[in-house]
């Protein structure tokens, strides 16, 4: 069956879809559903104006992220937990000249825990709280460290094509927008001796929500 919710909706408003008896609660990030229904899993979740439910349970959580969608949030833990997978995340500053530097917004999670950074080309990277931030610190150069509390994330060199950077530990990283937002905001310093599309992939996983 489908349903339709509500596009847009603000924390704690209600749908109740009186076919399945089912009241659904928006709470910031998902659409709950409170009325107890046939247990199931809940699949095709591309849509949020025709939602496809082929059953239900009781509590059985929506939840809208960019990298994957309206998905079954217990379902794609593989265990039924609710616990969130790793994912990767990219973006690509389009057209960055030798030498300068682009701001890129990767669209990701408000709060987070960041493993690898990836980057395409040659360049300096660097990942912010948020955009004042990330304004601050435009003309510090790389051999000098940032402010204490300037709101740098984390930042890696690369000098190789598609290289690879662990980050060991894990950085925690959180959007500092108000209210908050999904952005990760980035900026980027071409280093090749041509313009480049350089394409940043962000390993993480969601770790908190509005």
């Not at 659904?24 to 709950?32: A, N, R, Y």
């Not at 095709?44 to 439910?53: A, F, H, K, P, R």
């Not at 960019?66 to 997978?85: K, L, T």
Request: charged content about 15%; aromatic content about 6%.
């Amino acid at each position: 069956m489908a349903i339709n919710l509500p596009n847009n909706p603000s924390d704690g408003d209600t749908h109740y879809d009186a076919t399945a008896g089912i009241t659904w609660v928006w709470d910031t990030v998902s659409w709950k559903a409170q009325g107890v229904a046939a247990s199931g899993l809940v699949n095709n979740l591309q849509d949020l104006s025709n939602v496809t439910i082929a059953s239900l349970q009781d509590d059985q959580v929506l939840t809208y992220t960019a990298a994957q969608g309206w998905h079954n949030e217990s379902a794609q833990s593989g265990s039924g937990s609710g616990v969130p997978s790793i994912q990767d995340i990219t973006g690509t500053a389009i057209g960055v000249p030798t030498g300068e530097a682009r701001e890129l917004n990767i669209t990701g999670y408000n709060a987070y825990a960041l493993f690898k950074i990836e980057v395409s080309h040659d360049a300096w990277v660097r990942l912010y709280c948020d955009d004042t931030s990330r304004d601050n610190d435009i003309n510090r150069s790389e051999g000098n460290d940032p402010s204490p509390g300037s709101g740098l994330l984390a930042e890696v060199r690369t000098t190789t094509t598609g290289q690879v950077v662990v980050l060991t530990p894990s950085v925690l990283g959180f959007n500092n927008d108000n209210p908050r937002t999904d952005n990760i905001y980035a900026s980027v310093t071409n280093r090749t001796s041509s313009a480049q599309n350089i394409q940043v992939k962000l390993t993480l996983v969601e770790i908190g929500d509005n």
